[in-house]
């Protein structure tokens, strides 16, 4: 270790492109690795569980920041060493480490070692025996993850250790996590600390524009990333995508009767087609009871595949105290997954997709706004609409920053009209829009007409600074206190 530096060495695996002359050195890198070592030298910390879907990296973030971070690493892989789970039912936390690092040949030190508990959903005491872990080893660095984790919560049997454990919650590569991994943290740098008053330049926007495009084909999903960023081999990312879909489906055999099986493989499909629509069950199904579709979606929610855009009344903070749980949108998982789903043929795709680009749009401001939220909060999204006869509003997304609701919209274009966000002002007597779309950063003044005109502030993000949203609300804090 550096003298003084009480961090880790970045965890990082080395990419080459071989279809470029200027050979770039890239890496994988996440930004929860920040949070990871934070946590690590948090005093008073407790064991951490990992939560997210299937395929978004959560065995390989630990793998990789673990080890630059401790002398000794003992993985149990539960799901495959289902011999070691009898270990769990013992009742001394001391003897059950001993165990461990005996049968792994490694040491478990406090303060020096990480055990790290992997697939813990397929052995639920373990995941109870986190509890005697946090109160009788405190010293020692825990961290649990797993799949369909959720979905085990739900069920679990045994006593929750409420209080004794801590979350992260992990989802697809942001943008910027994709920015890093495909260009060199060169340009990252640069869009962190693009401001209002040093917005992009006109050639950069154009480079940042371009590498956008190329996010909206090959997503977040860590594999794909890794093949676009190796080799710029399109065809294999679109190989990968389509085995990432069908390894989330392969899993809908876990949640119960086959009709069930087959009911949630149309709502996953349903959804994919569908972003930005509110959801209607008859609309998935036409046959089958809305309880049914309800279940459905309940069950692919639990497992991190679909994020549901909850609407709300929004007028005043929390967001939640005002859902309306009857009336929600859902997100996809990822967007490079959701067009492998419809069907897109990513070799020789190099513009937008014109028929489906508003939804797609839609997609990625979502997941960025999940990518950015706090790693300890549980992820959700919220919308507002209003149906009036011929009056109708919807606001894509609802942020908040220092006390302030922000209206969201999204545009996949350089234009479009902002009637609903204005009509979310003047409803609310908010006096801050947002605006992602492709066009320049910007900050305006306007004024919502009627009869009693009231000025109003416009935020204009480009949608690949949309990683940097709240920062900029942040810069805006004097201007709209």
């Not at 590498?211 to 960023?229: D, K, N, Q, T």
Request: net charge neutral; with cysteine.
């Amino acid at each position: 270790m550096v003298p003084g530096y009480s961090g880790c060495w970045p965890a990082r695996i080395q990419l080459s492109f071989s279809d470029r002359s200027d050979v770039i050195q890239s890496n994988l890198k996440r930004t929860s690795e920040r949070y990871l070592s934070a946590w690590r030298d948090r005093p008073g910390r407790k064991p951490l569980v990992i939560r997210g879907a299937r395929q978004v990296g959560k065995t390989y973030l630990i793998k990789t920041w673990a080890a630059g971070c401790f002398e000794s690493v003992v993985t149990v892989d539960l799901e495959r060493e289902r011999d070691l789970h009898g270990l769990f039912d013992l009742s001394d936390p001391e003897r059950l480490l001993e165990e461990l690092a005996l049968l792994k040949g490694r040491p478990l030190v406090p303060g020096k070692s990480l055990l790290f508990l992997d697939e813990i959903q397929a052995c639920p005491k373990a995941l109870a025996q986190l509890r005697y872990f946090h109160e009788l080893t405190p010293g020692l660095h825990i961290i649990a993850a797993g799949s369909l984790l959720d979905f085990a919560l739900r069920e679990f049997e045994y006593s929750m250790p409420v209080g004794r454990i801590e979350f992260l919650h992990l989802h697809p590569m942001s943008f910027e996590e994709f920015l890093e991994a495909a260009e060199g943290v060169a340009l990252v740098e640069y869009l962190q600390r693009v401001t209002l008053g040093n917005p992009p330049t006109e050639a950069v926007d154009r480079k940042l524009a371009e590498v956008l495009r190329r996010y909206f084909f090959v997503g977040g999903m860590p594999e794909a990333v890794r093949a676009y960023a190796e080799r710029k081999d399109l065809l294999e990312v679109q190989r990968i995508q389509a085995a990432l879909v069908e390894t989330v489906q392969a899993d809908f055999a876990k949640y119960g009767p086959r009709r069930l099986h087959e009911l949630m493989r149309k709502t996953y499909r349903h959804v994919a087609q569908n972003v930005g629509r509110k959801i209607k069950f008859v609309n998935i199904s036409r046959e089958e009871r809305s309880a049914d579709v309800r279940r459905a979606l309940e069950l692919l929610t639990l497992s991190r595949v679909v994020q549901p855009i909850i609407h709300t009344a929004a007028n005043g903070l929390p967001l939640g105290a005002e859902q309306d749980e009857k009336q929600f949108k859902a997100l996809f998982l990822d967007i490079g997954l959701a067009n492998s789903l419809c069907g897109l043929d990513l070799v020789g795709a190099d513009q937008l997709i014109t028929v489906h680009e508003g939804a797609l749009a839609e997609q990625f401001v979502g997941q960025q706004l999940l990518a950015i939220a706090a790693e300890f909060e549980p992820p959700q999204l919220f919308y507002w609409a209003r149906e009036a006869r011929n009056a109708n509003a919807e606001v894509d997304f609802l942020a908040t920053s220092a006390q302030e609701i922000v209206p969201i919209e999204v545009k996949a274009g350089k234009s479009g009209t902002l009637r609903s966000a204005f009509q979310f002002l003047r409803e609310k007597h908010r006096r801050l829009a947002a605006r992602a779309y492709m066009g320049p950063l910007t900050l305006e003044e306007v004024v919502l007409p009627g009869d009693n005109p009231i000025p109003v502030k416009l935020l204009s993000v480009p949608l690949y600074a949309c990683g940097q949203l709240h920062r900029l609300l942040r810069e805006l804090r004097p201007q709209t206190a």
